[in-house]
């Protein structure tokens, strides 16, 4: 059965800090991955997804980035955190679609980011 | 780009009340799904809608996909305590690989 490993679970980091968050899938290839973030409370903003290996779509302009360097690992960096990037981050992978249908998200427990 | 936008933000109910979410996309949609997450917890597939006008039941829960397959509707009938998170419809786009999340819905129920 396939699993999403997402870790840490919770994060305090100091404004202007790094950030390393990282995602693995285990029992499928070649997924698509995606970073998501919550802000308490509110919905769920799409940061990056990634359809195979070095391919990273990004949606919101921000001073984070993603990369994919395996096929079923993403990472979602920073070199400088903002107080704005606090917030719940969720790890998601889906499957390819299979004709018409679109396959579901299967979400990681998330890490709870708090920049101080 | 895609907006998908919900509505209500935010309910409260009494437990035993029903309760509706409205889900309303910019653009036409192929298929809509429906997730729910719990307080604290990560989102979690219920359902996916394909067809226009596609109503799909599951037990106390009714999902509809509208007519100009630009909307779509959860209605929960006689809510119950654990029925309490927020629920999200999410459209596709991008070649269909980009997921776009609706605002959410969160319910409270009132014992």
């Known amino acids: 059965s396939q699993t999403i490993h997402q870790w840490p679970a919770t994060l305090v980091q100091p404004v202007g800090s790094p950030l390393s968050l990282e995602c693995t899938v285990e029992?499928?290839?070649?997924?698509?991955l995606y970073w998501y973030r919550q802000a308490a409370g509110r919905g769920l903003q799409l940061l990056f997804y990634?359809?195979?290996?070095?391919?990273i779509s990004s949606e919101v302009p921000q001073n984070l980035s993603a990369s994919r360097p395996q096929d079923r690992q993403f990472i979602l960096s920073s070199k400088k955190l903002l107080l704005s990037d606090s917030g719940f981050y969720l790890c998601?992978?889906?499957?390819?679609?299979?004709?018409?249908?679109?396959?579901?998200?299967?979400f990681g427990q998330g890490t709870r980011l708090t920049v101080v | 780009g895609q907006q998908v936008m919900q509505i209500p933000q935010y309910q409260h109910v009494q437990e035993g009340e029903d309760f509706t979410t409205y889900c309303n996309s910019s653009?036409?949609?192929?298929?809509i799904q429906w997730y729910k997450q719990r307080p604290g917890g990560h989102p979690v597939f219920l359902i996916q809608?394909?067809?226009?006008?596609e109503v799909k039941k599951q037990k106390r829960l009714t999902f509809q996909f509208g007519e100009a397959k630009k909307n779509s509707s959860l209605h929960i009938t006689a809510t119950q305590t654990t029925d309490v998170g927020t629920y999200f419809c999410?459209?596709?786009?991008?070649?269909?690989?980009?997921?776009?999340f609706g605002t959410g819905t969160k319910l409270q129920v009132i014992p």
């Open positions: 990634s359809v195979g290996i070095g391919q």
């Open positions: 029992g499928t290839s070649n997924p698509n």
């Open positions: 999410a459209g596709f786009s991008g070649g269909y690989q980009k997921v776009t």
């Open positions: 809608l394909v067809k226009s006008g």
């Open positions: 998601a992978w889906r499957p390819k679609d299979r004709g018409l249908l679109n396959t579901e998200a299967f």
């Open positions: 653009t036409t949609l192929s298929n």
